[in-house]
Structure formats: structure tokens, C-alpha cells
Nanobody, 115 residues
């Protein structure tokens, strides 16, 4: 059974930082491309960042220079380091794994950026 479990969300002030984690099980993590998405109520899901099995990364323009996606294959975990957070980063963040053509989602974690 595939499981993706996110953690690390919460309330942070503008300009602050958070690190999200997504722990995977049930997949061969080291060869699985991973991604972080976010979605606000009533809005479409937005791709935030992706990382390939080889460690190549890609980011949405809105987060470039502020967010960093990384992975630890030994821990089967993907991270999203979020710096210089803005109120518009407030969203529900989910991680996605792609394994042998199948797509899996975690339950998500909420990030609120507010003073």
C-alpha cells in the first residue's frame, strides 16, 4: 500500500520560513519523480516544484528563488524548504509521487502566512 505523509505545515509570519516533509512508503522512492502542489479553496491545484529521480528540479515562477525542493532517498522523503514566505503562499500543500505510471497523493498539510 502506497502512503505519502506530509508534515511541517503551520502558521508563520510574512518573511518567515517553513520546511515541509513528505515521507513515502510502498513505492521504490529512489526512482520516483516527486512533486509539491498547492491549492486554495475554490482555486485550481498549482504545481509548486518538481524533482526527478536524478535530482533535477523545476519551480513555478511564483516561488523561484524562495522555495527549494530536495529529496533524501535513504529516508524516502521529499522536502520543500520555503523561505521569504508571503501571505499569498497560504495554501494547502500536497506531495505527489509517480511510480510506474501511477500517481499517488498525500493527504496534505496547510500553510498559513499571516501576521
Amino acid at each position: 500500500q502506497v502512503q505519502l505523509v506530509e508534515s511541517g505545515g503551520g502558521l508563520v509570519q510574512p518573511g518567515g520560513s517553513l520546511r515541509l516533509s513528505c515521507a513515502a512508503s510502498g513505492i521504490i522512492f529512489s526512482i520516483s519523480p516527486m512533486a509539491w502542489y498547492r491549492q486554495a479553496p475554490g482555486k485550481e491545484r498549482e504545481l509548486v516544484a518538481t524533482i526527478t529521480s536524478g535530482g533535477y528540479t523545476n519551480y513555478a515562477d511564483s516561488v523561484k528563488g524562495r522555495f527549494t525542493i530536495s529529496r533524501d532517498n535513504a529516508k524516502k522523503t521529499v522536502y520543500l524548504q520555503m523561505n521569504s514566505l508571503k501571505p499569498e503562499d497560504t495554501d494547502f500543500y500536497s506531495c505527489k509521487a509517480t511510480s510506474y505510471g501511477n500517481v499517488y497523493w498525500g493527504q496534505g498539510t496547510h500553510v498559513t502566512v499571516s501576521s
